[in-house]
């Protein structure tokens, strides 16, 4: 699939939104359009609600995913994703993060 396919169905909240996000998020490192999307993505309501466990949303997973990437483009997007969080919800991250502010995370997904 396109990202801008995948991105729909994460849009549209389609039943597989979580797969086609992650789906997105696998091609972060090598595709400035998916880091794009995933941005754009991450600051989505619907995914700033939508619980993968505990405090951990699918719009953080997207954000991590990005700081992980370890691109420019990607860790950009990954501040101002960050950024767009609410205050409280921001400090939530970091202390999930283990970190005292989100330049200094370096998460690594295996």
Same mark, same amino acid.
């Given at each position: 699939m396109s990202n801008t396919e995948l991105a729909r169905m994460? &849009? *549209? &909240?389609?039943?597989?939104r979580g797969k086609a996000l992650f789906e997105l998020c696998d091609r972060l490192s090598t595709d400035d359009d998916a880091v794009t999307k995933v941005g754009m993505l991450s600051r989505l309501p619907s995914l700033r609600r939508a619980r993968l466990f505990d405090r951990v949303s699918l719009a953080w997973? *997207? @954000? @991590? *995913?990005?700081l992980a990437a370890e691109t420019a483009a990607a860790r950009e997007e990954a501040y101002a994703a960050f950024r767009a969080l609410d205050p409280s919800e921001q400090q939530d991250m970091l202390d999930y993060l283990e970190v005292g502010a989100i330049e200094e995370a370096h998460p690594r997904i295996t």
């Open positions: 994460v &849009e *549209a &909240e389609h039943p597989y997973s *997207a @954000i @991590i *995913a990005l």
